[in-house]
């Protein structure tokens, strides 16, 4: 009995060694995950503040001529000359193109013709009415009939007058859509001329989320490669009330002062500043967004109670060269962090470092 006794107590005493360094192995593994879990992390975060700097809105468009006149013939008819090319310069009074008068001549000869013979009418029918020959209506008939005889004379004419272009104003030939022995509509465009006493303007497409922000009035920089002298300093002139509906852009125009390189289809980029926004919006680096996708991304939050991080999502409403301002997701005074956050994920704890923006 006794020796059963000794034995057990042997046996209890090797497995307790043989188990000692299993659990010695388990409480260090478990030590260690609890000293992974809480592993601090160095990281920088900044204080959310409303933006208060200024935007800018840039878009590249083309110098245009302020005034680009469409010009064609007032009667149908088979064009007979076009004088000039596209590009030409043009002096104001120049003959630009003109139809056949063969038919617009035949036109006014036979109205007339019929003027004389309706005057001609008139004049009889007015002395048998005076001698009580014929009644009131049909001397007013005749009347009537003169006039209009002399209207189709006077329409003629100007048919035969308009169908000569000439030149409203100096100008380069921007367009040219006939050519000789081309029959063509009235008020067909034969030529588009830019009037170059009327100065240039320069147009741009703007997205609509920026052209809401523009109004007439506004200045802006326009740059020009091909124009020496640097930025030429506009202003808004014009901003279209309908959007291009391939595009869903807005045509904003600004006003362009005289200068000699100036020259229509020209290439530049025009920069509007616009004063800092006051609505609700906050600036933040961009180094603190992550996982950025079209319009959204997102940062990480310390919660200053317990100094863990949160991954929070917010609106991104523009991207700058190193800032970011955002419309939501975020509210004023709260702090991110901007630097240290490769290793972060949710609920890791971090030890903040402020900096001042």
Not at 146 to 173: D, E, H, M, N, W
Not at 267 to 278: E, R, Y
């Amino acid at each position: 009995m006794g020796g059963n006794v000794a034995g057990r107590a042997h046996r209890l005493a090797i497995a307790a060694l043989l188990l000692s360094p299993l659990l010695f192995g388990c409480g260090e593994k478990e030590a260690a995950k609890t000293e992974i879990s809480e592993e601090i992390f160095p990281v920088q975060v900044l204080t959310v503040q409303p933006s208060n700097m200024l935007q800018t809105i840039s878009a590249v468009g083309t110098v245009r001529y302020r005034r680009e006149t469409p010009l064609g013939f007032t009667t149908p008819g088979k064009v007979a000359t076009v004088r000039f090319e596209e590009g030409d310069y043009v002096k104001r009074g120049a003959l630009l193109a003109a139809l056949d008068t063969t038919s617009v001549g035949a036109d006014l000869s036979v109205a007339e013709a019929e003027r004389a013979r309706a005057n001609a009418e008139f004049g009889r029918i007015a002395e048998l009415y005076k001698e009580g020959w014929v009644t009131k209506g049909r001397y007013e008939a005749a009347e009537t009939a003169a006039k209009a005889a002399t209207a189709r004379v006077s329409q003629a004419r100007f048919a035969t007058g308009t169908s000569q272009l000439y030149a409203p104003s100096s100008g380069v030939i921007l367009a040219r859509n006939v050519e000789p022995g081309q029959v063509v509509a009235a008020g067909m465009a034969a030529v588009i001329l830019g009037q170059a006493d009327q100065g240039f303007v320069f147009r741009v497409p703007v997205v609509d989320r920026d052209a809401s922000k523009l109004r007439v009035g506004m200045a802006a920089e326009i740059t020009l490669d091909a124009v020496e002298g640097g930025p030429i300093t506009a202003t808004i002139s014009e901003i279209e009330g309908q959007a291009n509906s391939a595009t869903g852009s807005f045509a904003v125009q600004f006003s362009l002062p005289p200068r000699s390189k100036l020259r229509a289809g020209q290439i530049g980029t025009a920069s509007i500043k616009l004063p800092a926004a006051n609505d609700g919006s906050l600036q933040v680096p961009a180094s603190a967004l992550f996982g950025v996708r079209t319009g959204e991304g997102l940062v990480y939050v310390v919660d200053p109670k317990t100094g863990r991080v949160e991954t929070r999502n917010v609106m991104i409403e523009r991207i700058m060269d190193d800032s970011v301002i955002v419309t939501g997701g975020l509210v004023q005074g709260d702090r991110i962090v901007i630097s240290g956050g490769e290793k972060l994920r949710t609920g890791s704890k971090v030890r903040a470092a402020a900096v001042s923006r």
